[in-house]
């Protein structure tokens, strides 16, 4: 393997070989995030950022291990690695207990809400980044006393790298910072984070994207958030622009798009309900219901918070809360549907014992959708549909004028057709009023297809170019996983064997340069 990939990095042109720099000069940081797309992408930005300005680079990294990513900085030239989950006795000990029992205080005090609304280090927000590092593993959403064990350790290790990071950024001068996550307990976040009102330019690499934080709402907003003047912008009567979508609505209401899973998961080998079958299966004549909503789930343990705030603690308690509210409104119908990559996240039938084990089979306003179910024909059915941030509710706005419940910020919400709550009240008295909520007009219905259009259309979600492997994914025992680190070596050298004397050309480092150009 240490081959290959000293091959790739010469054929890349990644050799490079910092100059010892003093500690007045610049430098800038790679947040190491494992995987070997995102290392050969981060180290391709640098090389080209280095062309502009001299600056020496340092590895962040959480881990002792020799990962792959590290064979490829070591190859690189790159040998500057600093540890940031490392304890530090001498300067963090103090600082830690104190931050540590402050966080105990808010959640003794304010409870969990309190903590991921208010904890702060730095006078910068942390809490809903740990929390949902801590929720993510173990199905730790679902436990009744989160002040555990696995949330204690995880709160300590994210206060202690915060803090290593603070020291290294308060004695460097950093210009550049290349982070590969913008969710979650990570040095890829926390740096954004910290240096968000600095001069320090953030780039983040996100699969295929390359996304230039260009103020500090973008560390503490999901990166991909479709905006109201990218909407104003798009021309939908240009013919280009509706042969593209038309075409890409196609293959996304057939399952048909690899790079995107849930789309997979959501469609593929799934059947259209009619409305008769529906009826027949809730049993709705016999139960009396008057209304019906869906309740598209989220996958629990997937960073609840990762769009910005919601009014509930997380997933979960929306979930739990929503099921609550209905157990006496026994004329509206609530359909569950779980997530269709909840697998993913080791969720698989969560919800289904959820049920069995709570006895919710004696609320017969309260039913899980059939497994085999598209979820169109769910939300055609229904009256209207909640979430907090999930594509179902984009796609109840966009292809059925149906205004959707939304219980928190997501890259679509904002935009004037959803409905936004900003609190538990606000929430559950529209889902005691649904013939109160109106239709939306063709205009708004409009805008919710530009913001598809905008977000799946004109971002990229699969690598472009002819030299990064463009499929990541792979179909295995029948589900997505990632291709393995040897098969992705293999594809892309032998891409670089064709064409590497051709990079300057290649569409993805034409785009490398250009972002470089224009904000660095």
Not at 228 to 248: G, M, P, R, S, T
Not at 301 to 322: L, R, V
Request: hydrophobic fraction near 40%; include cysteine.
């Amino acid at each position: 393997m240490d081959e290959i990939i000293n091959n790739i990095v010469k054929k890349l042109n990644l050799s490079t070989h910092d100059q010892d720099l003093d500690k007045n000069k610049n430098y800038a940081i790679i947040c190491d995030r494992v995987h070997p797309d995102y290392t050969f992408k981060s180290l391709s930005l640098i090389n080209i950022a280095k062309k502009k300005k001299i600056f020496k680079t340092i590895i962040f990294t959480e881990s002792k291990k020799e990962f792959i990513s590290k064979q490829i900085f070591k190859a690189s030239g790159l040998n500057n690695f600093y540890q940031t989950n490392k304890i530090n006795f001498l300067k963090n000990t103090t600082r830690l207990l104190f931050l540590f029992i402050n966080a105990l205080w808010l959640i003794l005090f304010k409870g969990f809400n309190g903590f991921i609304k208010d904890f702060k280090i730095f006078n910068v927000k942390f809490g809903d980044l740990i929390y949902d590092q801590y929720a993510r593993y173990n199905h730790n959403f679902a436990r009744n006393n989160h002040l555990n064990k696995y949330f204690i350790k995880e709160l300590i290790i994210s206060i202690n790298k915060i803090l290593n990071i603070k020291n290294f950024l308060d004695k460097k001068k950093v210009s550049l910072a290349i982070i590969g996550q913008h969710c979650y307990a990570n040095n890829s976040i926390f740096i954004a984070r910290l240096i968000a009102k600095k001069k320090t330019k953030c780039f983040l690499i996100s699969g295929p994207n390359v996304i230039f934080y260009k103020d500090p709402s973008f560390s503490f907003r999901y990166p991909f958030k479709v905006l109201n003047e990218q909407i104003k912008a798009l021309n939908f009567n240009d013919y280009n622009v509706k042969k593209i979508y038309k075409k890409y609505l196609i293959k996304r209401n057939a399952g048909k798009l690899y790079y995107l899973h849930d789309n997979i998961n959501s469609n593929f080998k799934k059947n259209y309900y009619k409305a008769e079958n529906l009826d027949e299966f809730f049993k709705v004549k016999a139960n009396k219901i008057k209304k019906k909503i869906l309740f598209a789930a989220h996958v629990f343990a997937d960073g609840a918070h990762a769009c910005g705030n919601i009014i509930f603690k997380d997933y979960f308690e929306h979930f739990e809360q929503t099921i609550n509210f209905f157990k006496d409104k026994k004329d509206i119908l609530l359909i569950i549907k779980p997530h269709p990559s909840s697998h993913l996240l080791n969720e698989e039938g969560f919800i289904e014992n959820y049920f069995k084990k709570n006895n919710l089979s004696r609320y017969k306003n309260i039913q899980l959708a059939p497994k085999d179910v598209k979820i169109y024909s769910l939300i055609d059915y229904v009256d209207n549909v909640t979430s907090c941030s999930g594509t179902a509710a984009l796609e109840t706005a966009a292809f059925f004028g149906k205004k959707p419940i939304l219980a928190g910020q997501s890259y679509f919400s904002d935009l004037g057709f959803t409905l936004d709550c900003k609190s538990k009240e606000r929430y559950f008295f529209y889902l005691e009023n649904l013939k109160k909520i109106k239709r939306l007009t063709k205009s708004q219905q409009l805008n919710a297809n530009k913001t598809i259009y905008i977000h799946e259309c004109q971002n990229n979600w699969k690598n472009f170019g002819g030299i990064f492997p463009p499929n990541l994914r792979i179909f295995k025992k029948k589900k997505l996983a990632l291709i393995s680190n040897q098969n992705y070596l293999s594809i892309l050298s032998k891409n670089l064997k064709k064409k590497y004397k051709f990079i300057h050309k290649d569409t993805y480092f034409i785009f490398l340069k250009k972002l470089i150009k224009d904000n660095y």
